[in-house]
């Protein structure tokens, strides 16, 4: 089965979680970008993103999934999207996803949901939404 999913971190092409859960099951990549408000965690080495009016840049990638979605457990996992759990970090959600060429489609998305964890740990607006940039930058 395939699925699509917008991303905006380390599972981007080019970054340690695409190669380490998506390179061999992509089949397309495509620049995107969701309407949230973007952080970096340092101390997690990778951004979060929460509900806001920012732009936030990242790629739409349509995997190759088997029957049981596996690639899509990984992720969550990942994540660490347990439903229902007070361990909760992201919530995968479907969003709406601006491509570039003005079109919209809804995609899951993994928005943070952890509320203590950024009241209690160091985190760093990203203003113009675009992790990949932020990180070039440092």
């Not at 347990?82 to 003005?102: K, Q």
């Amino acid at each position: 089965m395939k699925c699509k999913m917008f991303v905006y971190g380390t599972l981007m092409k080019g970054y340690h979680n695409y190669d380490k859960y998506l390179k061999h099951k992509a089949l397309s990549h495509k620049k995107a970008y969701i309407e949230g408000c973007m952080y970096h965690l340092p101390s997690k080495k990778c951004p979060a993103v929460i509900d806001g009016n920012d732009k936030v840049y990242g790629q739409v990638i349509e995997i190759k999934d088997d029957e049981n979605g596996t690639t899509l457990k990984e992720v969550d996992y990942l994540e660490r999207y347990f439903d229902g759990s007070d361990e909760i970090m992201y919530t995968r959600e479907v969003r709406d996803v601006y491509y570039e060429d003005g079109t919209i489609e809804k995609i899951n998305v993994y928005i943070f949901k952890n509320d203590k964890f950024l009241k209690d740990n160091e985190t760093i607006y990203i203003k113009n939404g675009n992790w990949h940039d932020y990180n070039l930058k440092k």
